[in-house]
């Protein structure tokens, strides 16, 4: 692939997807065809080569103008430009911040899979040879953070590759095993399950992202009706929007945030009229002010939540809302006990998820309620009398 694109990434991108979708099969091209594109016209033609614009067919623009302007294509966004002042993507990240760097990671350049060999410069998106690729067809299983291996087909292997998150469980399970329940600990450090972790969610307990408690069963891969059980069914691939005329064959509802199918109320408010999505996101808030009680009252520390700063969670020693500062910087939170750590990390994976209640509403609805019921229990409060159900 190019090594070297810069900030006409999208373009290149789409040079290429006009170059393999003129010969008549997704195939990118080993060689970096779309370096001249050194004007910016957002639909370049190539300057040489067999093709002609006739032989470009009208889907394809609309699949690359679609593509365009979507978050998948938008080079300035924190996601792909996070690593501009160092120049090359820390090979790390780059898996999923960059269609060059997935390609290398699966070893559809070449290199050997399950690494990247790098380096991978700055500038890429997901372009069209992510998931359009023919090797994809080859990629039969992705692993999973928890260390599941999972079964894949077709683009499903690009989709459950960058939308996996990047812990599971098991690392919260590593860092608080074995220690008192509610001591805190300057190293029990907050641990970031990372963003849009769609498909964590959709596998549930089987994928294994949440903190299991001991002793409860979780459900698994939100399998939701036949028709629709793959990322595409619900997002067109270029735009990713919902395809809301598609739920409407099955849900009755003016909106995605409206849908429900549950009979019970999980919140305990007794309101059926409302989305599933209103159960969730309500006990998710009452599960940040148990996690805010308990730290203040059982840790003895304030925390205040940044949603907009890494690592989220800073430290208020005299409880006045604002983060207490060390040099210009707000100091991070350090008085997590295993109980807290456990129930925020839980909160922030459902959090990190803005689609949860569409990829698997009964998994957010477990995990929110057993770390509500743990964290009520030690503050004298009963999960029962709150209305919480699981
Ligand atoms: C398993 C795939 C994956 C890996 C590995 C990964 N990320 Fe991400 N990251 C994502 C996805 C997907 C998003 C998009 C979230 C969104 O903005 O919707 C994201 C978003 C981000 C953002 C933007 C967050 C925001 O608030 O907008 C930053 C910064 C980031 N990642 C940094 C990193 C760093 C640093 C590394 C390596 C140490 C890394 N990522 C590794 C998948 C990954
Ligand atoms: C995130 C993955 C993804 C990316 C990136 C992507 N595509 Fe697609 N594309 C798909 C999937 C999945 C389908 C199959 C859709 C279906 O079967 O309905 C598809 C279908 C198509 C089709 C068939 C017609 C249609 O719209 O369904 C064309 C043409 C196409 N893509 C071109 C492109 C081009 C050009 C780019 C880059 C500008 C691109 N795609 C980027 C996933 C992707
Ligand atoms: C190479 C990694 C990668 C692959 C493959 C990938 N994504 Fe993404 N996706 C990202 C990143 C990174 C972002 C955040 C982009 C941003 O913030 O601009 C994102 C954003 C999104 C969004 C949010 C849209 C928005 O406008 O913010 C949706 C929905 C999405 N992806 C769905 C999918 C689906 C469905 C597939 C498979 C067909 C897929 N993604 C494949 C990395 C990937
Ligand atoms: C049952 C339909 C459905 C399925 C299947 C589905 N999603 Fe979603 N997804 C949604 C809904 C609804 C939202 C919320 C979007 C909104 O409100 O615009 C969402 C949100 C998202 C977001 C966050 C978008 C944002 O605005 O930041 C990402 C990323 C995403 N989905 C990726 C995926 C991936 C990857 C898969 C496959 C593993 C998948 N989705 C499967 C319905 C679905
Ligand atoms: C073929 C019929 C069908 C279509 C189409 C469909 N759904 Fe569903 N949906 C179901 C069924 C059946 C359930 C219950 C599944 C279960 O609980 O196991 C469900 C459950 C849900 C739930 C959880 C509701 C609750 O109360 O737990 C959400 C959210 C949802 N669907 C969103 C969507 C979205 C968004 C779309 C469109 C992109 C969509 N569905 C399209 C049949 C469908």
Redesign the pocket.
């Known amino acids: 692939m190019a090594k070297r694109f810069g900030p006409l990434a999208p373009l290149f991108a789409m040079t290429c997807g006009l170059l393999l979708l003129a010969g008549g099969h997704f195939a990118l091209g080993q060689e970096a065809e779309g370096e001249d594109t050194t004007d910016a016209v957002p639909y370049a033609m190539p300057k040489s080569g067999p093709f002609s614009p006739s032989d470009i067919e009208i889907q394809n623009n609309q699949a690359i103008s679609d593509w365009f302007r ?3 294509a ?1 080079a300035a ?4 430009s996070h690593w501009d002042e160092e120049e090359v993507v820390n090979p790390v990240c780059a ?5 060059e ?2 390609r290398d990671f699966h070893g559809l350049d070449g290199t050997p899979a399950g690494s990247v060999e790098g380096p991978i410069n700055t500038g890429g ?2 372009d069209c040879g ?2 359009h690729n023919p090797g994809l067809a080859g990629i039969r299983e992705v692993a999973f953070p928890s260390g599941l291996m999972h079964p894949v087909e077709g ?2 292997a ?2 459950m ?3 996996q998150g990047r812990t599971s469980g098991k690392d919260v399970e590593a860092a608080t095993a074995d220690r008192d329940l509610d001591t805190p600990s300057a190293d029990l450090r907050f641990i970031n399950p990372h ?2 972790t ?1 498909a964590a969610s959709w596998l549930g307990g089987y994928g294994g992202a949440g903190y299991h408690y001991a002793g409860k069963e979780y459900s698994g891969r939100f399998f939701h009706a036949r028709p629709v059980s793959s ?2 069914s619900c ?1 067109e ?1 270029h735009t ?2 919902i395809e809301f005329d598609t739920c409407l064959t099955c849900h009755e509802a003016s909106s995605v945030e409206e849908i429900r199918i549950a009979r019970q109320s999980y919140d305990g408010s007794g309101d059926l009229s409302k989305g599933i999505r209103s159960d969730i996101q309500a006990n998710a808030a009452v599960l940040m002010a148990l996690i805010e009680d308990y730290t203040r009252d059982i840790a003895g520390a304030a925390f205040v939540y940044d949603s907009h700063r890494y690592p989220y969670f800073f430290a208020d020693a005299n409880a006045d809302g604002l983060a207490d500062e060390q040099d210009g910087q707000p100091v991070a939170f350090s008085s997590w006990t295993p109980r807290s750590l456990r129930a925020v990390y839980n909160w922030k994976l459902i959090a990190a998820d803005p ?1 949860n209640f569409a990829h698997n509403p009964p998994y957010m609805l477990e995990l929110l309620h057993d770390s509500i019921e743990d964290l009520s229990g030690s503050l004298g409060q009963d999960v029962q009398d709150m209305g919480i159900l699981r």
């Not at 898996?95 to 269609?99: K, M």
């Open positions: 979507s978050g998948h938008d966004s924190e996601a792909f898996t999923c911040h960059s269609g760097g997935f998106v997901v992510t998931c683009v499903e690009a989709c590759t960058c939308h963003y849009a769609a990322c595409n997002h691939p990713l929007e689609g």
